[in-house]
T-cell receptor
Framework: DAKTTQPNSMESNEEEPVHLPCNHS???????IHWYRQLPSQGPEYVIH???SNVNNRMASLAIAEDRKSSTLILHRATLRDAAVYYC??????????????FGKGTKLSVIP | NAGVTQTPKFRVLKTGQSMTLLCAQD?????MYWYRQDPGMGLRLIHY???????AKGEVPDGYNVSRLKKQNFLLGLESAAPSQTSVYFC??????????????FGQGTRLTVV
């Protein structure tokens, strides 16, 4: 899978929007952009994924740049429960590695009350 | 709905001992995975399985063996534990269809300490 670059950490105030960036300049046409998050002392959980168009679900929104070389996970209103490590992952659904999900170090989000 | 269940949740082993970690999923998923997570690091893939009776190596397979005799279970074995295998182990599963692009579900983790 192509690599992603995320800031090590970010802070947000409670009840404010949070924009978590991810750079993926070597993304290929068949790479999907996935986001997972890991709450303290828990396993990762799926947040959202997309290919080209922006995506929304009950947890978050995913904004994908027109050239697909970057994306942003948007939490519309941060709560204390959103404090977690957020992972941006690219998945090539066509290649031999498509079975795998490769995690980087992610962005640790702190939410300030 | 239990999802993905890992047994045990905690374990302390002495160097050289063996043990098996059990992962069970009740979602009828085809794909299952074992990861390890060391402090301050992301998850690294140990082994995975794309179906009953099949397994494959991931990024860090040395020192581990796996088996998938039943679709719902994926076992991770340590034949001779070493301190370097002290870590938190996570199991995950996901369904194959409609594409290979489905979301993964993770267990709560097994914290293993080798002394």
């Amino acid at each position: 899978d192509a690599k992603t670059t995320q800031p090590n950490s970010m802070e947000s105030n409670e009840e404010e929007p949070v924009h978590l960036p991810c750079n993926h300049s070597t993304i290929s046409g068949t790479d999907y952009i996935h986001w997972y998050r890991q709450l303290p002392s828990q396993g990762p959980e799926y947040v959202i994924h997309g290919l080209t168009s922006n995506v929304n679900n009950r947890m978050a929104s995913l904004a994908i740049a027109e050239d697909r070389k970057s994306s942003t996970l948007i939490l519309h209103r941060a709560t204390l429960r959103d404090a977690a490590v957020y992972y941006c992952i690219l998945r090539d659904v066509t290649g031999a590695g498509s079975y795998q999900l490769t995690f980087g170090k992610g962005t640790k989000l702190s939410v300030i009350p | 709905n239990a999802g993905v269940t890992q047994t045990p949740k905690f374990r302390v082993l002495k160097t050289g001992q063996s043990m098996t970690l059990l992962c069970a999923q009740d979602m009828n998923h085809e794909y299952m995975y074992w990861y390890r997570q060391d402090p301050g690091m992301g998850l690294r893939l140990i082994h995975y399985s794309v179906g009953e009776g099949t397994t494959a190596k991931g990024e860090v397979p040395d020192g581990y063996n796996v088996s998938r005799l039943k679709k719902q279970n994926f076992l991770l074995g340590l034949e001779s534990a070493a301190p370097s295998q002290t870590s938190v182990y996570f199991c995950a599963s996901r369904r194959r269809l409609p594409y290979r692009n489905t979301e993964a579900f993770f267990g709560q983790g097994t914290r293993l300490t080798v002394v």
